[in-house]
């Protein structure tokens, strides 16, 4: 019965999990887990033939691209970061106007001279020739972060993985400056970092996307009617 | 499209010929060491390479060219002058779709290192090529980074200012952007005025810079902010310089218009390359001359460049290379030698040939 159904993957925990239901609830569609607490099951009430299927948001991009499932909500950042050639993999069908984030690189707040990418060029160009090795930028988004960089002009860095507690690889000297996720900036400023002013690289938000690898055949009125359902033009996949 | 032995095949026969031509086959590795690469290329490369790890030997490289290894045996135990032939499989990891996204495919190439004369070493290599792709209508381009170079280094300004511009060519948006705040065409950022007026962060200091390094940078901000701008006509020159296009033949003529002083010995230079050229039976009317033909896609080229391309937009060059001085210097360890190059993709050749 599941093979005729549109799967719809969902971040399976948290405020994500919360804020997604809340905006399905918007268009009349109730997303619910079922059994206990710890149990990854849902349902699906107000939408025919919808099936909900519970992830964690960072596999959520993989899952599309396989085509496993239909539709999927996660952030926008994430789908960037994960799948080459994102647009060809999956269609972005609506910004959610939740988990707001933006990826940024952020330097140490004791660098007086150095405010945006300009500067981060030519202190770079200098720290290379004083120790000997491209200047770190600590990182776990290494696909958005090199193809900025590049894209700016920015030379003589280099990116050393970090997949946690990145602000922290500064003081710990294993880098030179950090691109991370933010949307208060606190932690930043405990770490005393600074973000450049143009050193904006993404703005996140959770976004439903629709899978162009996923089986669609005889779902296709289905989906034409879901999107009506949430107030979306009707996607081209 | 021509199937993998249809391709070695079609490289086989065209080291044939590079060996005809006085050269000497060298077979580099397909693992390279990433270190070389990583150097010469910047981050940008774990874009464009496949990188492995050897547990031993560390960080490898599915070879992405074979320019880098020939250069490297040539400055350990090479003997003056050089010729050099290769053919063999490339591996370039491809983040977009598309015909011209091979990941894996066969180049032969041609190498010459030579010093006893520069622009006649560019003709040989060009007209190799041009011979060897004379049945497929190809259009030829050529370029030579050694104007732009010059222009820079003419300008009347701070050297740390040429410095950063040199540094910059092969990047033409922040080269564009130095260029403004050098001539005073964007406004000094707020951050930037405060700075120069002796303020400073109360952070704390964290991190591998120290507060020397900072104060090294700030008195070099202090001296550009004292030094007067790059007069706007020689940002105009160099702008017509960057965009000028034209027949090869007319180009030493359109070049002398410009009135840029600093490029005259790379106009002469140019004008002797296209002379051996002509010498050698190539139609000048026939090849376009692109100042900043390479200056975003052909990094290490320092000179002279090249690229045969087919009328489908959508290929990529046929074959490609050019002159490379600089390369030799960075891998030679205090040593260098002039050098020119280039490779032809063998079986997008033969997939032409087939539709001839």
Not at chain 2, 246 to 264: S, T
Request: net charge negative; with cysteine.
């Amino acid at each position: 019965m599941s093979e005729a159904m549109i799967k719809l993957g969902v971040p399976s925990k948290g405020r994500l999990m919360e804020k997604t239901f809340d905006w399905f609830a918007q268009a009349g569609i109730t997303l619910k887990r079922t059994g206990s607490e710890r149990e990854y099951a849902g349902a699906v009430e107000g939408a025919e033939g919808v099936q909900l299927v519970l992830l964690s948001a960072g596999e959520i991009p993989r899952e599309l691209a396989a085509g496993r499932i239909h539709l999927g909500v996660t952030g926008s950042d994430l789908v960037r970061e994960k799948l080459a050639d994102w647009e060809s993999q999956v269609a972005d069908l609506a910004p959610m106007g939740f988990g707001h984030a933006d990826l940024i690189i952020a330097v140490p707040a004791c660098w007086s001279d150095v405010d945006s990418l300009e500067d981060l060029d030519a202190a770079a160009h200098r720290f290379r020739a004083t120790h000997g090795f491209r200047l770190r930028i600590a990182t776990k988004y290494h696909r958005l972060v090199r193809e900025f960089l590049t894209r700016e002009g920015v030379a003589d860095w280099q990116l050393v993985d970090s997949q946690g507690a990145t602000e922290g690889t500064i003081a710990n000297l294993t880098a030179e400056a950090v691109a991370d996720i933010t949307s208060s900036g606190e932690t930043l400023r405990a770490n005393h970092l600074k973000i450049l002013s143009d050193g904006l690289i993404h703005q996140s938000q959770a976004t439903l996307f629709a899978s162009r690898a996923a089986d669609w055949s005889g779902q296709e009125s289905r989906l034409a009617g879901l999107a009506q359902q949430l107030g979306l033009p009707a996607p081209t996949l | 499209m021509a199937d993998k032995a249809q391709a070695r095949a079609q490289a086989s026969r065209l080291l044939e010929q590079f060996l005809k031509a006085g050269a000497v086959e060298v077979t580099p590795d397909i693992l390279q060491p990433a270190e070389a690469l990583l150097d010469l290329y910047g981050e940008d490369i774990r874009a464009r390479a496949y990188v492995t790890a050897d547990p031993l030997r560390g960080e490898m490289m599915l070879r992405p060219d074979f320019t880098v290894p020939v250069v490297q045996e040539h400055m350990a135990n090479g003997a003056e002058p050089a010729r050099y032939a290769y053919a063999g499989e490339v591996f370039r990891r491809q983040d977009h779709r598309g015909p011209a996204r091979a990941n894996e495919y066969f180049q032969a190439g041609f190498e010459i290192f030579d010093r006893a004369d520069p622009e006649a070493a560019d003709a040989e290599v060009f007209a190799l090529f041009a011979g060897l792709l004379a049945k497929l209508n190809l259009s030829a381009t050529i370029g030579d980074m050694g104007l732009l170079r010059a222009a820079v280094d003419g300008l009347d300004t701070l050297p740390e200012r040429k410095a950063a511009l040199a540094r910059h060519i092969w990047r033409p948006k922040r080269f564009q952007h130095l260029l403004a705040r050098y001539s005073g065409q964007v406004e000094v950022p707020k951050a930037r005025a405060d700075l120069l007026t002796g303020q400073r962060s109360g952070a704390p200091w964290i991190g591998l810079r120290s507060r020397e390094e900072m104060e090294a940078r700030i008195a070099t901000l202090a001296a550009d902010a004292a030094a007067a701008p790059i007069p706007t006509d020689a940002v105009a020159a160099m702008g017509k310089l960057a965009e000028l296009r034209c027949a090869a033949d007319q180009a030493p003529a359109a070049l002398r218009a410009l009135n840029i002083v600093a490029i005259e010995p790379a106009i002469a230079r140019l004008e002797k390359r296209l002379d051996a050229l002509a010498t050698r039976g190539i139609d000048l009317a026939a090849i376009t001359f692109d100042a900043s033909h390479g200056r975003s896609t052909m990094e290490y080229y320092d000179g002279f460049v090249f690229t045969f391309t087919a009328a489908d937009p959508a290929l990529p060059p046929v074959a490609s290379g050019g002159r490379y001085d600089a390369l030799t210097r960075q891998l030679g360890q205090g040593r260098e030698i002039p050098a020119v190059g280039g490779v032809i993709r063998a079986g997008l050749m033969s997939d032409l040939e087939a539709q001839a």
